[in-house]
Every structure is written in C-alpha cells, then in structure tokens.
C-alpha cells in the first residue's frame, strides 16, 4: 500500500461504493440501523433522566449496553466462525427490529425495567451481529480497499451518530419519544432488507474439528481461538487497544450530564446532550479519514499512530473539564472522538489484516466483549462518584481524561518492543501489507 497515492487525490471512497456492489449494500443497511440506533439513544437517557432523574439509571443503561456483548461474546464468536454470517446478520437484524419495539411499553418509573430488558436482548444480538459484519469485510474488499471500507464504516457510524443524536434530540423533544423507538425498531427491518440483497461467499472456510462434546458445545474451537491469541501477542495487544479506550469509557455518561446539568438547553434533556453527541459525531468520522490522507494506509505508520491517539483522547477530555459554554465543550468532544475513531479504525484495519479468516468471528468478538466489559465498570465507577459520592462532571472528565494516558504509554513501551519477522514467516491471508508483514511479535 502506498502511503501516498493518486487515489487520494481522485477519491476513493465514491469509486468504492459504486464498484463493490456487496459493500455498498452492506454500507446502505449499517447508515439506515445506525441512525435508528442514535435516535433511539438519545430518547432512552433522556426517558430514564425524566423518568428517575437519576445518573445511575442512565449508567445502568449503559451498562446493559455493553455487558451482554461481555458475556455472549465467547459464544457470538464461535457462532460467527461456523455459521453463514449474512444470514446471521438478517436474523440479528430483525430480531432487534422487534425487541425494540418493546419500548414503547414503557411509561412509568415502575415500568423502567423493561428498558432494561429490551435493551440487553437487543445488544446480546448485536454481539452476534458485530463481529460477523467486521469479520465480513476483509472478504467482500479487495487489499487496498480494505482501509477504506473500514473509515468509511467508521465515517457512517459516526455521520449517523452526529445525524441521528442532533436531530434524535430534536425529533424527541418535539415529536415525543415513541416516534424516535419506532424509527429505530424500522431502521433494523430495512437494514436486513439490504443485507439480503447481498451475494457473497458468506460460510467460514472448513475447518476440520474433534469430534465429542466439546467440539458440539463450541468449547473446543473456544480453546482454539484462545491458544491462536497465545501464540500471537501481537495479536493480543492489538486487541486491547480498545479496551484501553474503555478504560475510561465513563465519559459517554458524562456526555448525558454535562448536556442535561451544565450546560442545560431549553426544551428538556434530549437537546443537549444531542449536541455533545453529534460532537462526538463529527469527530469521531473526521480521525479515520483525515490520518489516512495525511499519512497513507501503510500498516507500520496505522500503528505508531495509535499512541499518540491516545494522548489526544485524554488532552481533549481534560479540556472538557473547564470548558466555559456548550460551544466550547462539544469542540472539546470533537477533537477526542477525532483520536478515539483513530484507535478504533487502525486496531480493526491491523487485525482484519492480520488474524486468518477461520478465526476472525472469535478474535472480533473476544475484543468486543473485552471493550464492553471495561466500559461497563468505568461507567458504573463514574455514575457511583456522581451520585453516591457527589463528584462534579467536571471533576471526573479531568480524571478519565488523564487516565486515557496509561493506556497510551503502554501501547509506546508495546510499540518499542514490537519485532517483525521476515516476509516468508508470515501466514497466508486475504490481504497482505505490502511494506511490511504484521505477523510480527513482542518480545
């Protein structure tokens, strides 16, 4: 891959999406769910702030966000490698099309449980849905368009985040919340209409497995995926760059709190915190795009780029913590989310390059479950320092903000010890880098 090429000058995402006729369906169908998701987040914090007006409850929520994915991911990821992963997609799609649904029951404090539920059956889908749809990728793209799929599907995500949160607080608050809940429950139907439309080879190459209990269960090819993360610890530490993202995760909460308590906007909760949500947006799709202009696709620079993304995250959230207006705040979460969509594009892009097809679903999965599970507990300690203890918002941004750095120096001391092996050591795979081979180590 050339770091410089003319494909940045003529574009590459447009040609992208009208030659690959499976991406760009692919594409279609994640913009539409992912819109739906973002109007529908908005309108649950802001139900649960209006319901309990409570930070607990909105950490709850969070945690039910992300916990299943935790505790499914193990098994999602052995799914994902035996099974047809376009027809799972469908099914996870239109399972969460009708859970939901489901919200729309809810009306009181009492009834705030069934948020709850629906929303951790609708995640635990998503543990499924996730991982076969970045394990898809390196397999409907071509090597070089590899990078580009993936800040693309990053650009979308986050276009959808700033799209849906800015104007999902805007729908919520003038529409009413159930209008946000159905729109979402339709994004879901129309996104496995997409994906249905798609033709590919979907079905994980064979893989011969022993035979008895274990192998049924999925506990063998469990152990396998485990003794393949073992050998490789560079595969290892790629997969927890974003947990050391999670790591100070609590900061999604404090986006809910710093847009309904300190800098409050006329018309309810939902407006504020859609503003700091669609900063989150904005800079969350400008990292990926803008550091493959400026510093090409070549998988060395992707990973010397991850420390100091880090170092930018925490830099801007500390910022955060003496921002004097709402203006100068959601430019704070900007310039973050720019760093945090660096680490989550480039870790992804490395290991769709590296990790061999026949266990992707796992590695995606385990990486997604370690995410979650450190995001959980971080937003669980911050609504606990919130309401329990009493800290200010501005308080705990400074502290997750000097957190982000433990991770970043870590990922530096990582990066000093990171060895390659020659060019004939590594295994086959889709997609190899051209300026070097990623099947290196740390040692």
């Avoid at 947006?281 to 100091?308: D, E, H, M, N, Y």
């Avoid at 669980?380 to 941004?397: C, F, H, K, M, N």
């Amino acid at each position: 891959m050339g770091s410089r090429s003319t494909a940045h000058h003529e574009g590459v995402y447009l040609p992208l999406l009208r030659r690959n006729r499976n991406f760009r369906l692919l594409f279609i169908g994640q913009a539409i769910s992912q819109l739906g998701d973002w109007f529908n987040s908005v309108a649950v914090y802001a139900l649960l702030l209006d319901l309990t007006g409570s930070a607990t409850a909105v950490a709850w929520m969070m945690i039910v966000q992300f916990l299943p994915i935790a505790i499914v991911g193990p098994l999602a990821g052995v799914v994902v490698d035996r099974v047809n992963r376009r027809r799972l997609m469908i099914i996870a799609d239109v399972v969460r099309g009708f859970l939901i649904l489901g919200l729309l029951l809810v009306r009181t404090a009492d009834q705030v449980w069934i948020a709850y539920g629906v929303m951790a059956l609708t995640v635990a889908a998503s543990a499924f849905f996730e991982p076969a749809r970045t394990a898809t990728i390196p397999n409907i793209t071509s090597e070089e368009e590899l990078l580009p799929a993936n800040a693309l599907a990053s650009a979308t995500w986050s276009a959808m985040l700033a799209v849906g949160a800015s104007v999902g607080g805007v729908v919520t608050a003038v529409a009413g919340r159930d209008v946000a809940f159905t729109i979402n429950a339709a994004s879901f139907f129309w996104s496995a209409i997409f994906i249905v439309c798609t033709r590919y080879d979907a079905t994980p190459a064979f893989t011969p497995r022993p035979a008895g209990i274990l192998a049924l269960t999925g506990i063998a090819d469990l152990v396998e995926g485990i003794r393949y993360v073992r050998r490789n610890a560079h595969v290892a530490a790629l997969m927890c760059v974003k947990a050391g993202w999670g790591l100070a995760g609590g900061v999604l909460l404090l986006l809910t709190i710093f847009g309904q308590r300190v800098f409050p906007v006329p018309g309810g909760a939902a407006a504020g915190i859609g503003v700091l949500y669609g900063a989150r947006g904005v800079g969350a799709g400008l990292g990926p795009i803008a550091l493959r202009w400026i510093l090409g696709q070549q998988p060395r620079v992707l990973r010397r780029t991850i420390g100091p993304a880090f170092f930018i995250v925490g830099i801007f959230y500390v910022a955060l913590a003496g921002a004097p207006a709402l203006w100068i705040a959601a430019l704070c979460v900007l310039c973050a989310h720019f760093g945090g969509s660096i680490l989550w594009v480039f870790s992804t892009v490395l290991l769709q390059l590296e990790v061999p097809d026949r266990f992707r679903g796992r590695v995606f999965a385990a990486e997604l479950a370690m995410v979650t599970l450190v995001t959980s507990v971080s937003s669980y300690w911050t609504a606990y320092e919130l309401d329990q203890i009493g800290r200010s918002p501005r308080t705990l941004a400074f502290v997750l903000g000097v957190l982000f750095c433990g991770p970043g120096v870590l990922w530096l001391i990582i990066q000093s010890r990171w060895h390659e092996r020659p060019m004939e050591a590594a295994p086959s795979r889709m997609a190899q880098p051209d300026d070097e081979v990623l099947e290196g180590r740390i040692g």
